[in-house]
């Protein structure tokens, strides 16, 4: 434990550096076995692609995806990510999902919005953010002359908790490659990790999200800003002044970016 803490205080500049021996030391820690280092090739069944999932790149024609064949996470564009995700097993959250959640916006977005996990809407639709915390997202980037076309919205787990609980560790683990490989991808100039699970997650900190928030971290070399849950923001409307706060240090970094 003292490792992890060790972790989570270092801090360069004003937040804290987040690279890939880190994150492996992070999981040790945790006396987690960083096994899908070793397990990075997924076999995709022969099951049709969902209703939810052209989301990425829609009009575009299929990458043709090697159904049967192993596709490696470290190697796959979004779309093929897209149908690794679908097909997961991985934790027991596949049982009561109705939709995997993968992700949605501007495959090359400048700003990637992380959050926690779908909830009822987005299981019910395959569609991030799109329940009334979704909503609040919506006004909250329109606020700073964004709209989720133009940024990349996803979250650290691709499936429903059953009522909204909080995701286990267990299940963050599993769900990591992917987003990691999402983030890969998407090569943000600026990661949003909205709420204490995505910044605790995304920084490899237990510090809670008061600590987190109001500095510029990285993650692999990205700047990452860390700010209030959109639901959390709903139930504390209090709140909404600092949210402000990150909002204009969040377009600030993006305009400064270019
Ligand atoms: N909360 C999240 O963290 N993500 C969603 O997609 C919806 C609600």
């Not at 052209?54 to 159904?67: H, R």
């Not at 997202?137 to 329109?142: I, P, S, T, Y």
């Not at 949210?243 to 400064?256: A, E």
Request: charged fraction near 20%; hydrophobic fraction near 40%.
């Amino acid at each position: 434990m003292s490792d992890l803490k060790g972790h989570s205080q270092h801090v360069v500049g004003q937040g804290s550096p987040v690279d890939e021996t880190m994150r492996i030391a992070y999981l040790k820690a945790m006396g987690i076995q960083p096994w899908f280092l070793k397990y990075q090739t997924v076999i995709v069944d022969d099951v049709q692609p969902s209703a939810a999932e052209p989301e990425v790149n829609a009009g575009e024609e299929s990458p043709g995806i090697d159904v049967g064949a192993g596709i490696e996470i470290a190697n796959a564009s979004l779309e093929q990510l897209q149908h690794i995700v679908s097909q997961c097993q991985l934790c027991e959250l596949h049982a009561s999902r109705i939709h995997t959640v993968f992700g949605s916006g501007k495959a090359d977005a400048d700003l990637l919005i992380i959050g926690e996990a779908p909830g009822e809407d987005e299981d019910a639709q395959g569609e991030s953010f799109v329940g009334q915390a979704g909503q609040l997202l919506n006004a909250m980037l329109q606020a700073i002359d964004l709209d989720r076309q133009v940024v990349y919205l996803t979250n650290v787990i691709k499936c429903r908790p059953p009522e909204n609980r909080n995701p286990h560790i267990s299940e963050t683990i599993c769900c990591d490659p992917y987003l990691q490989r999402q983030i890969e991808l998407v090569k943000p100039k600026l990661i949003l990790a909205l709420g204490r699970v995505a910044a605790q997650h995304l920084l490899m900190s237990q510090d809670n999200l008061g600590e987190m928030r109001g500095k510029q971290h990285s993650y692999n070399g990205i700047p990452l800003i860390v700010s209030y849950h959109p639901a959390y923001l709903l139930r504390k409307p209090v709140e909404k002044r600092k949210s402000w706060q990150d909002l204009q240090r969040v377009k600030q970094i993006i305009n400064s970016s270019f």
